[in-house]
Structure formats: C-alpha cells, structure tokens
C-alpha cells in the first residue's frame, strides 16, 4: 500500500514521473480537435497508455487533463458543460491503469495554462482571456480534480507566471500538494551576455519566485508557501540543441535553484520533465524528436546533482524513455 505523497517526498528516492501523452495518442493515430476528448471517445487507448507507463517503472502518472477546461473545450468547438465529465473519466482511467497492472501510483492531476494571454499578461481584455475567466476555468478543473482524489495538482507549461499564481490560489484552496512547472526558453542579456531562461512571457525563474511572494493574486499572504514543488517542463527551442531536451531540463533545474537561493527559500522539491529534445519531421511528414531513451538517461545523474527530485518526460518522449530513466535513477550513485 502506497505512503501518502507528502511522506513519500520525505524519502531520498527521485520519484519517476511518467513521459508524453499527447504524442503516445498520435502513435496509435489518435488526433482529436482537444486531447481530452479521447478520456470519452478512446478509453481503452487512454488506459493503454497510462499502463505502458507504470510497466516501464513510472511512480507517478499525469491525468489527461491538460486541456480539459472549458476555456480550451470552447476554442475547439466542443461543449464547455462536458469538462466535469472528461476531467473524472481522466482520473478513473488512470485508476483503472494502476489496477490493471496491480501497482499502487501516485496520480497528478494535470492542469494546463489558458488558450492565450491573460488579461494580466495582455493589458486588457480585448486580446487578453479576463482574469477572473482564467480564474473560473482553473476553478473547475482543480477542484474537480481534488474531488476525484488526485495526490497532487500538476500546473504545467505555464507561460505566465502571473496564471500560474491565479492557478495556485486555487489550488490551495484543496489542502492538496501543489507543483509548479513553466516552460522557459533560451534568451541572453545584452549587457551581460549571461544566459537567462525565461517563458513566452518573458518570466525567468527568479519572476515566478517573486510573483507568488507578492500579493497581487492573493487575498492571504505569500503563494510560493502553498507550492511543495517547483520545476520546468517541455522546452520548445528549434534552433539550441544545447538547451533542447535533457540539457535544458538541467539548464532550467540550475537556474530555478539559483533563483530559490538567493531568495533565502528552503524546503522545496524540484522537477524536471523535458521534451525528448527538438522535433523534426521525417520524410514521411510525420513529427519525429531528436533525444533518444539512452541519450536522455544518460543525463539523468547530472539532473539529479542539479537538484532535480520529480523527474519525467514530456513531448516525444516515450514508455521506453521512461524505462530508461528508471534504470539510471536505480543504478545512481550520488
């Protein structure tokens, strides 16, 4: 019988987060308008899915619900009233993986950024989604995640780090543990020429830091206290291989644990889930990823030693890839 998560993190042992979703249902040729749509219409695949990677060592396994708010139901066309329904269907068929396979996971609930800038990113509300709508949507989605007794919420491929803080506030509201992953991108300071990631919003480590210190989003002191897990996923470079796939994960683990030092912040774990490096297409137009499973866990020391505690993958990487990293995170010697 699993230990509640909160003891679970107590222990020196990474824990191994599971790999894509999204491009394990374009393997089976699954293409939906939204991705949360296969929890009703492709079932049995979304299971499959989720069993490949609790086979291949995976601790922890993310809902289909990355895109399950009404916000993103409503840009494909669909009906924001099924969000509910999906978002329990993704929890019963992660259930359903675990007890196929007779293994006790940890279940993430996934929690994906907004369709677009928000009014706090935009300015207003004539390009940007209104705050309070952004608020609404996460609403739903987190609290229908803790309902169906999810071990932690999973805000991931944030951009805005002002969302993010929407997010948490939240999600707080739960009791439940709390991650925080933005997806940041190479950039470099003119003056300094020091390399800086920062998100599509021009938020850096040390921004999200600060932002969930402030009270702006929050009617009750300092959100970063609500946050047990800090960390970066998925990485879109086209042009770095240098900060694509593994070498970003630990890139981003550096600087996220530079900024938390010199805040004076403790207590933190860390997580890393990358693309399987950069995506090309083949001669058959199909979306290929560059990073192989041994050349991802090859780095896997090097993101442990980076600070790196919860630790996955994102786009392209697969089941394989996952097994893999379990094999590196069993045979590391710190």
Known sequence: MKVPFEERLKSDEPILYDGGFGSQLFARDIELANSALANELHPAEVVDIHSDYIRAGAEAIGTNTFVASPLHLEMAGQDTSDAQRLIRL??????????QNERDVYI???????????EADSGD?????????????????????????????????????????IAVDVARETGIPIAVNLTYKWTKERRTSKVIYRTDWGNSPAD??????????SENGSLLDAVSILGVNCGAESR???????????????QLQTALTEKGVNGKWMMAYPNAGMPKLDENHNTVYTQTPEQMASHIPALIEAGAYLIGGCCGTTPQHIKAFREAIVSYQP
């Not at 993430?108 to 928000?118: E, L, Q, R």
């Not at 770095?240 to 550096?254: K, L, N, S, V």
């Open 240 to 254: 770095r291989d240098e900060h694509t796939g593994m070498p970003y994960a630990i890139a981003g683990t550096q």
């Open 125 to 165: 509300t004539f390009f940007g989604i209104p705050n309070a709508d952004a608020r609404e949507a996460h609403k739903l989605v987190i609290h229908t995640l803790a309902e169906q007794e999810v071990d932690f919420l999973c805000l991931e491929t944030m951009f805005s780090a002002k969302e993010a803080a």
């Open 90 to 99: 993704a929890v019963q068929h992660v259930k359903a993986a675990a007890e």
């Open 208 to 217: 999200l830091l600060e932002t969930l210190t402030n009270s702006e989003f």
């Open 108 to 118: 993430a609930g996934s929690v994906g950024p907004s369709p677009g800038a928000i």
